[in-house]
């Protein structure tokens, strides 16, 4: 009989040291959720040109909570997905884009811009993804593609998929269209 009773008490025990410890646990990592160091405080943008703009989208991507629960301004929470789409929404010349946390409170937002391979009449660039945008660098050394009339048709179509084939092996003149 006492070793049933003995028994009974250690289980209540270790219930009881299990649940506090648990809700230790759980509210340390409330507390490491919610400390305002670990919040995103910096913003930092390589070109420097894209500064104020990239910057005001992250600021924006960074309001509300994640999980309904932790704010998105912490550094475990950033929303690194939706910050490169916006970007790169707003910013079409740029090919790529790298979000990466610098620092506990510091995050680096570095853009890789698309090189144009020809520009159009109007003056866009179109780079070896057939990607079509507006270029304020200099682009005078380019070659020029001019469409007379209609939208081209499928034997010119094809003839530019096979020039940008060429272009991305590095292997072809462009030839004039």
């Known amino acids: ?10 289980i209540v ?5 299990g649940i506090v410890v648990c809700c230790v646990i759980a509210a340390a ?23 104020v703009t990239v910057e005001r ?16 301004r912490h550094m475990f929470f950033i ?16 090919s790529e884009v790298l979000v990466i946390r610098s620092s506990l409170t510091s995050l680096q937002v570095e853009m890789i811009r698309r090189n144009p391979v020809f520009k159009l009449e109007n003056g866009l660039g179109v ?3 057939g990607v079509v945008y507006s270029e304020p660098k200099d682009m005078s050394k380019l ?3 001019s469409f007379v009339g209609t939208f081209p048709r499928k034997e010119e179509l094809t003839r530019i998929r096979d020039m940008f084939d060429k272009l991305s092996k590095g292997i072809a003149l462009i030839e004039s269209i």
């Open 29 to 51: 990592c409330y507390g490491v959720m919610t400390y305002k160091g670990f919040y995103v405080s910096e913003v930092v943008v390589q070109p420097d040109q894209y500064q």
């Open 13 to 17: 025990y270790a219930w009881i040291i």
């Open 127 to 129: 780079d070896e993804e």
């Open 79 to 94: 929303p690194k997905s939706h910050i490169i789409a916006r970007v790169r929404l707003v910013f079409p010349e740029v």
């Open 143 to 145: 070659p020029t593609l």
């Open 1 to 10: 009989m006492a070793y049933r009773q003995d028994r009974r008490k250690k």
């Open 57 to 72: 989208i992250v600021q924006n991507e960074l309001e509300g909570k994640t999980l309904y629960l932790f704010p998105s």
